[in-house]
């Protein structure tokens, strides 16, 4: 699977729209670009993901770029239970296993 | 959504002794699960696949006489770890993928703190 690359941390305010980026040049014409995130000492949650097309769902929007190198996930309004490491990750349709980098730390301030 | 669930979600052990921990598909069935773990400040590393009705498969570095994985059932997972010590001590995560429609989104357990005193 493709390596991601993701800001260590990212600071937002309560309300504001949270911009997290991810570099994948890597990609291949296969594989998926996925979100999770992970408050502290719970399990991952996913939160969405995409393969070409941009993608909204409940929980946020992806965006990805045209030639698939990288990509944005936008929380439209952060609140503070957003606060949480958030992991791009990019895997095969067909591949269970998931890898997980270092993500970005999403801090939502009040 | 679908619920995987574990227990304990904490554990506190001597040294030497042996500690068994669940993962359980509430509402769907899988042949397949993961098994994480993290260390404190540390991202998830995976462990081990588990696979229902055959031997897990290990990832390198991970030694599979201490880390033993049964899959009982298509909604049980089980993940020992024998003759604990205070290096084992850590976040122990699984999870299952869910096929519907072709996705294969993953559903994650709260997971379990394991310390070994």
């Known amino acids: 699977d493709a390596k991601t690359t993701q800001p260590p941390s990212m600071d937002c305010a309560e309300g504001r729209a949270a911009n997290l980026p991810c570099n994948h040049s890597?990609?291949?014409?296969?594989?998926?670009v996925y979100w999770y995130r992970q408050i502290h000492s719970q399990g991952p949650q996913y939160i969405i993901h995409?393969?070409?097309n941009n993608e909204t769902n409940e929980m946020a929007s992806l965006i990805i770029t045209e030639d698939r190198k990288s990509s944005t996930l936008i929380l439209p309004h952060a609140t503070l239970r957003d606060t949480a490491v958030y992991y791009c990750?990019?895997?095969?349709?067909?591949?269970?296993?998931?890898?997980f980098g270092k993500g970005t730390l999403l801090t939502v301030n009040p | 959504g679908a619920v995987v669930s574990q227990h304990p979600s904490w554990v506190i052990c001597k040294s030497g002794t042996s500690v068994k921990i669940e993962c359980r598909s509430l509402?769907?069935?899988?042949?397949?699960m993961f098994w994480y773990r993290q260390f404190p400040k540390q991202s998830l590393m995976l462990m081990a696949t588990?696979?229902?009705?055959?031997?897990?498969?290990?990832e390198q570095g991970v030694e599979k006489d201490k880390f033993l994985i049964n899959h009982a059932s298509l909604t049980l997972s089980t993940l020992t770890v024998t003759s604990a010590h205070p290096e084992d001590s850590s976040f122990y995560i699984c999870?299952?993928?869910?096929?519907?429609?072709?996705?294969?989104?993953?559903?994650f357990g709260p997971g379990t703190r394991l310390t070994v005193l």
């Open positions: 990750i990019v895997k095969g349709g067909s591949n269970y296993k998931l890898t």
């Open positions: 999870s299952a993928p869910g096929d519907w429609g072709g996705d294969n989104e993953q559903f």
């Open positions: 890597t990609i291949s014409g296969n594989e998926y």
């Open positions: 995409g393969l070409k």
């Open positions: 509402d769907f069935q899988a042949t397949t």
């Open positions: 588990s696979n229902e009705g055959s031997k897990a498969t290990y």
